[in-house]
Structures are given as structure tokens and as C-alpha cells.
């Protein structure tokens, strides 16, 4: 979740991590080590980790019972192109309060867990807060392989949705998903995403967009992240690109 202060929004998160007994030795792959050299190790905040499985090969029933032995929600998510295509995304979700470092161990863990149980692991990613050490700040500023800004709403499932008239913001269609439990609610997730943007940039940008789209109909649970580690940022390719058509 995330909440308002001073003009900005932050994330509010009330867990507490809880590490594995196995250690995995996550930080000396290629995948995810700049969080270590880039000198935040020790950055501590909220981190929100997803491993997703491959929609392909993955047993629902599997999926949802290992999540729940590894002590992680289960997420089966569909992301709606234009086109009226669902495409399923397989994704295990976990909220903490801990270093940077520290979330790279429980995300190698969840991981683990699930390539033991035979379920075959396509992304790894690592969500936080917009200022986080990598998250650029300026123009000039290094913006890591895999990285970007995101934000998420629930909005009502409407007539006007799916016409695609209300869900751009000057020019940035938003990505639309959903769950059966949201579908049966008449509920959508949309999605906002830059690449290029600031801390600051992003954060005004949602809060201007919040305010003129909350003119129009209910908004709900809005949150502002930064991918600050993505194993695989062209997995959902298809699922962005099935948008692109709409950017003018």
C-alpha cells in the first residue's frame, strides 16, 4: 500500500522478514549483484518480491500449495491487451521491511523453493520504494538494465475501460490485469510504467493523474514503486507491446 505525505506517495508496509535456513548464494550471480557494488547493501525499507513461473508449464493447485509452504500469497493474474487477449502471469507476492541484501536472500530462497517442487521459474523481481539509492533522482543519473517506475490501480470495470477512452495519460495507455476474485468484484488493476522518469517526475506525474482520473470514476489502492531488480524485464513484452498502438 501506499499513502501521501508532504505531496509524495510511500509505501506502508507493516511486515517483517523472515529468512530462510538455507542461505543461497544469490549474491554472486551476474543477476541482481549491482544492488551489493552499487554500495547500498544496507539500504533498509520496503522491498516487495515477486517470483513468477511459467504460465505454460505450471499446475495451478501446485503453484497455490507451494506458495503456501513457502509462506507467500499466490498470485494468478491476467493481463488484458486491446485486443481483448488474457495472458496468465503465475507470480508468488511478499511484503518486508529489510535491507537491500537482505531482500536478494528471500527472493533466492522463494525461488529455490519453487524450482524444488518442479515449478519452473521464468522472473525474479524486486519492487521498492521510489527513493530508493538506485532509483534515478536526475537526468544525469545511471538508470539500471531492468529498471523503471511503476504504479497500480483498482478501477471499476466499466463500459468506458474497455472503450480505452479514459486510460491514457498524456499519451501512456495504462496496462490493464485483473483476477478471477477482481473480475467477480467488477474490478481491473491498471498499470502505469515509465522508463525514463525521476523520483520526483513519476510521483508528480501519479499524483496529477490520480486527481484528473478520480474526476471521472472511483480509484482505488493507488501505489508508487521502483523495479529496482528484474531477472527478466521482456517477460511481459507482449502483454506491454499489445499497447503501443495506443501511445500518441
Known amino acids: 500500500m501506499a499513502f501521501v505525505v508532504g505531496g509524495h506517495f510511500y509505501f506502508a508496509h507493516a511486515c517483517t522478514l523472515i529468512l530462510g535456513t538455507s542461505i543461497i548464494n544469490i549474491m554472486s550471480e551476474q543477476n541482481g549483484s549491482f544492488i551489493l557494488e552499487a554500495g547500498v547493501r544496507d539500504f533498509f525499507g520496503p522491498h516487495e518480491l515477486h517470483v513468477t513461473a511459467d504460465p505454460i508449464t505450471t499446475d495451478p493447485q501446485l503453484f497455490r500449495e507451494v506458495c503456501g509452504q513457502l509462506g507467500v500469497k499466490a498470485h494468478i493474474i491476467y493481463n488484458e491487451t486491446p485486443q481483448s487477449e488474457s495472458v496468465p502471469d503465475y507470480l508468488t507476492g511478499s511484503d518486508y ?67 480505452w477512452k479514459i486510460l491514457k495519460w498524456r499519451g501512456n495507455p495504462l496496462l490493464i490485469s485483473t483476477t478471477d476474485n477482481k473480475r467477480r468484484e467488477g474490478l481491473l488493476f491498471a498499470t502505469l510504467r515509465h522508463y525514463e522518469s525521476t523520483s520526483d517526475e513519476f510521483c508528480q506525474t501519479i499524483e496529477k493523474f490520480h486527481a484528473a482520473l478520480a474526476e471521472q470514476i472511483e480509484v482505488k489502492y493507488p501505489t508508487v514503486e521502483f523495479a529496482v531488480y528484474d531477472s527478466n524485464p521482456t517477460h511481459d513484452k507482449k502483454w506491454v507491446d499489445s499497447y503501443a498502438a495506443l501511445q500518441s
Open 97 to 163: 521491511e529489510c535491507t537491500s541484501a537482505e531482500s536478494l536472500v528471500e527472493l533466492g530462497r522463494i525461488a529455490s523453493g519453487l524450482r524444488s517442487a518442479g515449478i519452473e521459474v521464468v522472473r525474479e523481481k524486486i519492487e521498492t520504494t521510489p527513493w530508493h539509492p538506485l532509483a534515478p533522482k536526475s537526468a544525469s543519473d545511471a538508470r539500471r538494465p531492468g529498471s523503471y517506475f511503476e504504479s497500480h490501480f483498482t478501477l471499476p470495470d466499466l463500459p468506458t475501460t474497455h472503450g
